[in-house]
């Protein structure tokens, strides 16, 4: 069992920058291949960003890439998603995820979410 919590969202201008934390339980956190998803009002759920177990390889989605990055902190249960040059269309619930591989999350599938944070970017 692990359990997501995701922290740092918040509302901020275009252009400007935020850093979302999520912080695992479970003492297996460092099996996993962790992500961040969000879904946008009136959307649906979408990937976003994955990292894998040792932190070597990102994984980016195309609208993203370039202006996000991620990484993770195995000593700390925790990974996190730097996000700069925001722009309106970034406004979303933003979810972390625990999972096999970016493969799933590409298909949307995870073994565990988190409850989600909001990020609100004003244009």
């Known amino acids: 069992q692990v359990l997501l919590l995701e922290s740092g969202g918040g509302s901020v201008q275009a252009g400007g920058s935020l850093k979302l934390a999520c912080a695992a339980s479970g003492r297996s956190f460092s099996t996993y291949v962790m992500g961040w998803f969000r879904q946008a009002p009136g959307k649906e759920r979408e990937f976003v960003a994955a990292?894998?177990?040792?932190?070597?390889?990102?994984y980016l989605a195309d609208s993203v890439k370039g202006r996000f990055t991620m990484s993770r902190d195995d000593a700390k249960n925790t990974v996190f998603l730097q996000m700069n040059s925001l722009k309106a269309e970034d406004t979303a619930v933003y979810y972390c995820?625990?999972?096999?591989?970016?493969?799933?999350?590409?298909?949307?599938?995870?073994?565990?979410w988190g409850q989600g944070t909001q990020v609100t970017v004003s244009s």
């Open positions: 990292i894998g177990r040792t932190g070597g390889s990102i």
């Open positions: 995820a625990a999972g096999s591989g970016v493969y799933y999350f590409t298909k949307g599938l995870a073994d565990y």
